[in-house]
């Protein structure tokens, strides 16, 4: 009978152990990520005094996270981040006839907001508890493009736009355990991610400081990017026609935040 009421208390206090570690989290955090599988940033046809690769996967991010703990050793776990990446500055030699040159300099720029539903798959908990994620990542962005021509007389900024950039997610990092609803965390992700634009349109065309948006055709400031070798349309007001330029996005990152438990 003793050994029975030993076994009901041990059975009793690890369902309640079990029991608290369940229930729903937020988590805060923000991090630095570098960029890795580039394209090339400028063209080799033409005459290159400053070549660079191009990758929008560098750069700055931030995020809130949401999950629920079915037990110490998983969850499950939506997080909203932004991502603004760095700056890739381009210069570029365009020859025209007979002997000349333009000068064209060219910065980009990427903002997304991304959404990644992760599983969580977490060790034995410990004063620091190391842990895993995993899954899909979802994002909503654009590519913005300004460009210097003719010895700055032709100023414009191209938004590249439209599309649903799908990769996947993964992370490995530590908690440190404050208290039960309290915990600190760092992790290294790994990012797979590419992102091809389906429209553009200029929201600015300046020549010698003089705006041209307003009397330029819908075929001259919009852009419809395209799978196969587009057809053009003598339409002035149709979007022009590109083939579609797959962007990477992929990245190394570290992350740091704050996990408060309800």
Same mark, same amino acid.
């Given at each position: 009978?003793?050994?029975f009421?030993?076994?009901?208390?041990?059975?009793?206090a690890?369902?309640?152990?079990? !029991?608290?570690?369940?229930?729903?989290?937020?988590k805060?955090?923000?991090?630095?990520?570098?960029?890795?599988?580039?394209?090339?940033?400028?063209?080799?046809?033409y005459?290159?005094?400053?070549?660079?690769?191009l990758?929008?996967?560098k750069?700055?991010?931030g995020?809130i996270?949401?999950?629920?703990s079915?037990?110490?050793?998983l969850?499950?776990?939506?997080?909203?981040s932004?991502?603004?990446s760095?700056?890739?500055v381009?210069?570029?030699?365009?020859?025209?006839?007979p002997?000349d040159?333009?000068?064209?300099?060219?910065?980009?720029?990427?903002?997304m907001l991304r959404?990644l539903?992760?599983?969580v798959v977490t060790?034995?908990?410990?004063?620091i508890?190391?842990y895993?994620?995993f899954?899909?990542?979802f994002g909503?962005?654009?590519?913005v493009?300004?460009?210097?021509?003719?010895?700055?007389?032709?100023?414009?900024?191209?938004?590249?736009?439209g599309?649903?950039p799908i990769?996947?997610?993964?992370?490995?990092?530590?908690? !440190?355990?404050?208290?039960?609803?309290?915990?600190l965390?760092?992790?290294i992700?790994?990012?797979n991610?590419i992102y091809?634009?389906t429209?553009g349109?200029?929201?600015?065309?300046?020549?010698n400081?003089?705006d041209?948006?307003?009397?330029?055709?819908?075929?001259m400031?919009?852009?419809?990017?395209?799978?196969?070798?587009?057809?053009?349309?003598t339409?002035?007001?149709e979007?022009?026609k590109?083939?579609?330029t797959? !962007?990477?996005f992929?990245?190394?990152?570290l992350?740091?935040?704050v996990?408060i438990?309800?």
């Amino acid at each position: 009978m003793k050994s029975f009421f030993i076994t009901l208390t041990l059975v009793c206090a690890l369902t309640g152990t079990l !029991y608290a570690q369940k229930g729903f989290y937020l988590k805060v955090d923000a991090g630095y990520s570098l960029a890795f599988g580039k394209i090339r940033a400028t063209d080799p046809m033409y005459s290159i005094y400053s070549s660079t690769t191009l990758s929008f996967g560098k750069g700055l991010q931030g995020g809130i996270s949401g999950g629920y703990s079915f037990n110490q050793y998983l969850c499950v776990e939506l997080s909203v981040s932004y991502f603004l990446s760095s700056k890739t500055v381009t210069h570029q030699n365009f020859p025209i006839y007979p002997s000349d040159t333009i000068k064209i300099d060219r910065s980009q720029q990427s903002h997304m907001l991304r959404f990644l539903p992760v599983f969580v798959v977490t060790a034995d908990k410990h004063k620091i508890t190391p842990y895993g994620k995993f899954g899909p990542v979802f994002g909503i962005g654009n590519i913005v493009t300004d460009e210097s021509s003719y010895n700055g007389a032709l100023q414009t900024k191209l938004k590249m736009y439209g599309g649903f950039p799908i990769g996947i997610y993964s992370c490995v990092g530590i908690l !440190y355990i404050l208290s039960d609803k309290l915990q600190l965390y760092a992790e290294i992700n790994n990012l797979n991610m590419i992102y091809a634009p389906t429209k553009g349109k200029y929201t600015k065309y300046t020549i010698n400081g003089a705006d041209q948006l307003p009397v330029l055709s819908t075929n001259m400031k919009e852009i419809e990017y395209v799978d196969s070798s587009p057809i053009q349309s003598t339409d002035s007001n149709e979007p022009q026609k590109i083939l579609k330029t797959y !962007y990477p996005f992929s990245s190394v990152g570290l992350n740091a935040g704050v996990k408060i438990g309800f």
